[in-house]
Nanobody, 121 residues
Framework: QVQLVESGGDLVQAGGSLRVSCAASGSIFSITAMGWYRQGPGKHRDLVATITRSGTSNYADSVKGRFTISRDNAKNTVYLQMNSLKPEDTAVYYC???????????????WGQGTQVTVSS
């Protein structure tokens, strides 16, 4: 069994910063890509950022220059540092990880349960 557990969501003022984390645990053999998505009120779930195992990252245009994704492979953890937050960044943030379980030969995308980030104006 594999679990992704997010933490760090909070209420912050516009212009502030916040870091959310996501740790994967369970019978993990290997993790390739990890990432973050978000879903604002009444909106679709959108990609925020992704990062490969070697550290290559990709960002949505709306967060470029403000957000930074990173990971610690030894801890099976991905982070999202969010700076210069805006009210429109308010959303539930979900992490993802493409994981090969010990008992498997294929990679499957797993999702966390989500963490709420609210930015007040």
């Amino acid at each position: 069994q594999v679990q992704l557990v997010e933490s760090g969501g909070d209420l912050v003022q516009a212009g502030g910063s916040l870091r959310v984390s996501c740790a994967a645990s369970g019978s993990i053999f290997s993790i390739t890509a990890m990432g973050w998505y978000r879903q604002g009120p009444g909106k679709h779930r959108d990609l925020v950022a992704t990062i490969t195992r070697s550290g290559t990252s990709n960002y949505a245009d709306s967060v470029k220059g403000r957000f930074t994704i990173s990971r610690d492979n030894a801890k099976n953890t991905v982070y999202l540092q969010m700076n210069s937050l805006k009210p429109e960044d308010t959303a539930v943030y979900y992490c993802t990880a493409d994981i090969r379980r010990v008992s498997s030969t294929v990679y499957t995308r797993y999702w966390g349960q989500g963490t709420q980030v609210t930015v007040s104006s």
